[in-house]
T-cell receptor, first 111, second 112 residues
Framework: RKEVEQDPGPFNVPEGATVAFNCTYS??????FFWYRQDCRKEPKLLMS???SGNEDGRFTAQLNRASQYISLLIRDSKLSDSATYLC????????????FGAGTRLFVKA | DAEITQSPRHKITETGRQVTLACHQT?????MFWYRQDLGHGLRLIHY???????NKGEVSDGYSVSRSNTEDLPLTLESAASSQTSVYFC???????????FGPGTRLLVL
C-alpha cells in the first residue's frame, strides 16, 4: 500500500463548478501536509499547506482529518487555468527525505 | 531572481552508458533532492543532500549516485543506464527546517 494515496481521476468539470479531491495517508507519524500543483510537462509547485483547523486561499480550501487520516482540497468556481494535476504531500518532519508525494489527481476544467 | 535549473532538459542515451544530469540552484539552499517521476508512482526520492560533502540514499537509489562539492550543485549520475531508468527527473531544494521544496523544470531521459 502506498503511503499517500489519491484518486488519479481524471476529473472533468465545467467552468464554475466546485470540485473536491481527497487523499489518504497511512503513516500516523505524518505531521505536515501540502497540496502541490503540477501543470502538464512542468515541475510541481506548492499550492498550499494544510493546517489542522482547515485553511482557505481564495477559491481553494484545504482540510485535514487526522482521525481518519485524510486530506481534502476543494476548488470553488473552477477556472480553465485550474486544469492541472494536484499532488497530495505528507511529511513526517523537516529534512525532506521524510516527504512523501502522492501520484496526483488530474483535473480538466472545460469551457 | 533565485532559481533552480536542470540540464539537459531532454536526453536520449543507450543502455550501459554513464549519464550525468546537472542541477544548479541559486537559492543558497543547503538541502537538495533528486526525484524521478513515473506514471502511477508519483515522485520517488533517489538521493538527497543536506550540505556540502553530505549525500544520502533515498527510496530508489540503486544505479544512481550523487556528489555535493558546493552548495549550488548536485549532479546525478546514472552509472550504467538501464531502460528502467527512462523517466522524468526532478531536482529540488529547500531551506533547512522548511518543508516546502522548490523544483527545477525537470529532465526527460530516454534510455534505449
Amino acid at each position: 500500500r502506498k503511503e499517500v494515496e489519491q484518486d488519479p481521476g481524471p476529473f472533468n468539470v465545467p467552468e464554475g463548478a466546485t470540485v473536491a479531491f481527497n487523499c489518504t495517508y497511512s503513516n500516523s507519524a505524518s505531521q505536515s501536509f501540502f497540496w502541490y500543483r503540477q501543470d502538464c510537462r512542468k515541475e510541481p509547485k506548492l499550492l498550499m499547506s494544510v493546517y489542522s483547523s482547515g485553511n482557505e486561499d481564495g477559491r481553494f480550501t484545504a482540510q485535514l482529518n487526522r482521525a481518519s487520516q485524510y486530506i481534502s482540497l476543494l476548488i470553488r468556481d473552477s477556472k480553465l487555468s485550474d486544469s492541472a494535476t494536484y499532488l497530495c504531500v505528507s511529511s513526517r518532519g523537516t529534512g525532506g527525505f521524510k516527504t512523501i508525494f502522492g501520484a496526483g489527481t488530474r483535473l480538466f476544467v472545460k469551457a | 531572481d533565485a532559481e533552480i535549473t536542470q540540464s539537459p532538459r531532454h536526453k536520449i542515451t543507450e543502455t550501459g552508458r554513464q549519464v550525468t544530469l546537472a542541477c544548479h540552484q541559486t537559492w543558497n539552499h543547503n538541502n537538495m533532492f533528486w526525484y524521478r517521476q513515473d506514471l502511477g508512482h508519483g515522485l520517488r526520492l533517489i538521493h538527497y543532500s543536506y550540505g556540502v560533502q553530505d549525500t544520502n540514499k533515498g527510496e530508489v537509489s540503486d544505479g544512481y549516485s550523487v556528489s555535493r562539492s558546493n552548495t549550488e550543485d548536485l549532479p546525478l549520475t546514472l552509472e550504467s543506464a538501464a531502460s528502467s531508468q527512462t523517466s522524468v527527473y526532478f531536482c529540488a531544494s529547500s531551506e533547512p527546517g522548511e518543508e516546502t521544496q522548490y523544483f527545477g523544470p525537470g529532465t526527460r531521459l530516454l534510455v534505449l
